[in-house]
């Protein structure tokens, strides 16, 4: 069964950064392409930030793109998602999720999702 549990997530101020994990046990991390999205409360679900199998390649939304970046450790079976620069208007519960792909990106599917982890940012 594949899992996948999210931390790092907490009250930051405005300006601030944090640092996001997620690690993956059920399937072989090093195969498949991972994803970080987030939701708000009264929104849709947004794709921040994709990365394939090998770390080679990522992808990002333009709403974070130079402010966020995603990484993975096949070692450690996690995915990180480093933010700078945070803004109130990233306030949201944020999911990482694994794409039975290894490529990524924002148009493939993902099909296991963690249950999150809460970031707030206060102005």
């Known amino acids: 069964q594949v899992q996948l549990v999210e931390s790092g997530g907490r009250l930051v101020q405005a300006g601030g950064s944090l640092r996001l994990s997620c690690v993956a046990s059920?399937?072989?991390?090093?195969?498949?392409?991972m994803g970080w999205f987030r939701q708000a409360p009264g929104k849709e679900r947004e794709f921040l930030a994709g990365?394939?199998?090998?770390?080679?390649?990522?992808y990002y939304s333009d709403s974070v793109k130079g402010r966020f970046t995603i990484s993975r450790d096949n070692v450690k079976n996690t995915v990180y998602l480093q933010m700078d620069s945070l803004k109130p208007e990233d306030t949201a519960g944020y999911y990482c999720a694994t794409s039975p792909t290894s490529w990524g990106g924002p148009r493939v599917v993902y099909d296991y999702w963690g249950r999150g982890t809460q970031v707030t940012v206060s102005s």
């Open positions: 059920g399937r072989t991390f090093s195969n498949y392409a």
């Open positions: 990365i394939n199998w090998s770390g080679s390649v990522t």
